[in-house]
């Protein structure tokens, strides 16, 4: 798979656990067992960080990260 997650977590290593053992049934991260941090950004504040997870969000495809 050639895509990036993107979200927020106050336990970014924990998240990644649960999504590569498919936690999350549901989740768009089920495609794959073998997801990897590519970037961890620490913010001051949730309001911050969604903001930051919004704005990446909206990143042209090209643009935007790619796992």
Do not use: Q, V
């Given at each position: 798979?050639?895509?990036?997650?993107?979200?927020?977590?106050?336990?970014?290593?924990?998240?990644?656990?649960?999504h590569?053992?498919?936690?999350?049934?549901?989740?768009?991260?089920?495609?794959?067992?073998?997801?990897?941090?590519?970037l961890?950004?620490?913010?001051?504040?949730?309001?911050?960080t969604?903001?930051?997870?919004?704005?990446?969000?909206?990143?042209?495809?090209?643009?935007?990260?790619?796992?």
């Amino acid at each position: 798979m050639d895509r990036y997650y993107i979200g927020e977590s106050p336990e970014p290593g924990l998240r990644l656990e649960l999504h590569n053992a498919h936690h999350f049934k549901r989740a768009f991260t089920k495609a794959a067992d073998d997801w990897e941090i590519a970037l961890s950004k620490e913010c001051s504040s949730k309001e911050d960080t969604l903001y930051l997870e919004r704005f990446i969000k909206r990143m042209k495809p090209e643009s935007s990260s790619k796992k």
